[in-house]
């Protein structure tokens, strides 16, 4: 598909999000759309890394998913036979990209310069990923998975990105192979007709178009998967310093976040009323235990009121309310801190070369007259 035909399929079917102006086609939510316990398509944001294949209804209905590698007994399967011969789960689970946050590194990094929109939860349906793993007969070798697609790269014909995750994870209950989002099949611009969803993990790791699953005896160097891609350093750099890719580790897990969602950013509201504050917050693997809001730049705190979260892996509702509200300028923020007393940061984190995984607590701005 051209580039100009993903964007105008973005800008029709998503009007509200901002798109990015990348040679690949990126678009965010902002915040104050992201208020849905489960995000609506037309409000998810979209992350590509190469061109989105164009598949007609034919290729979809020809589609198969192949499975081998370090496998005993490898197979091939369509869409009808997954679905007939696994069973079909469903659970709302927080998509994210690793980049989220980008902009707010001082020192600018990496190319989609995401605010806070790369973000979305909602309800995905398929099968688990083990189920399809142990009908092949994983080997004892077999330490990681590799996800191969047909989308290819913008500036030649190679693969865009070809990732995996270690075999633990792939067949941890929560690892899904997905056919369908809140309750449709899912869409081009989605992954459709497959993909991976690996819950905790960044997005990079729910493979798109999925069509081979290959079982490797190492940890899989396909594209963006090795170098700074998708990789944390071990230990504290500085922008300009060179890089050493052995003290590079790949993100197999997300930070805890939260985002507020009302009331907006320069948003104005009415002395004598309560003001009300609400959003979601989230992690990677660890829950999240608690969150706090500040309606005076980060000076005091109030504990927040956290709802339950729908499945393991989704968002949670927070809300807070300040009751009698003073004239003139204020500032929200918003921390969460995880069930291992992780919190965010209310300034900044440290510099990464990609610009990955910033969690700085949000903060609206407004006007109470």
Known sequence: MQRSDERALVAASKPELRLLDTPDTNAETPAHCLDDDITPLHRLFVRSTGRVPDLSEADVARWTLTVDGFVRTP?????DELKERFETVTQAVVMECAGNGRAYFTEKTGSAIWFRGAVGCARWTGVRLADVLRACDVLPEAVYTAHHSPDRAIDGDGPALSRG???AKALAPETMIAFAINGEPLPLLHGGPLRIVTPGYPGAAWQKWLN??????????????TGVWYRMP??????????????MDVITDMPVRSLITVPADGFIASVGKPLTVRGHAWGGHTPVASVEV????????????LEPAEDRFAWRRFTAALDKPMAGA???????????????????????????????????RGVLR
């Not at 197979?75 to 869409?79: D, K």
């Not at 081979?212 to 998967?225: A, F, S, T, V």
């Not at 070369?353 to 700085?360: A, E, K, L, T």
Request: charged share 25%; net charge negative; glycine share 8%.
């Open 330 to 364: 204020i500032e929200i923020v918003a921390r969460a801190m995880d069930a291992q007393g992780s919190t965010q940061p209310l300034d900044s984190v440290p510099w990464n070369p990609q610009g990955y995984c910033n969690n700085v607590a949000h903060r609206v």
């Open 75 to 79: 197979r091939s399967f369509t869409l």
């Open 234 to 247: 071990r230990v504290p750099m500085k922008p300009g310093e060179p890089v050493d890719e052995s003290l």
């Open 212 to 225: 081979r699953i290959e079982l490797r005896d190492r940890e899989h160097d396909g594209p963006k998967m």
């Open 165 to 167: 995750v270690p075999i």
């Open 294 to 305: 500040s309606f005076d730049g980060g000076s005091t705190w109030t504990g927040a009121a």
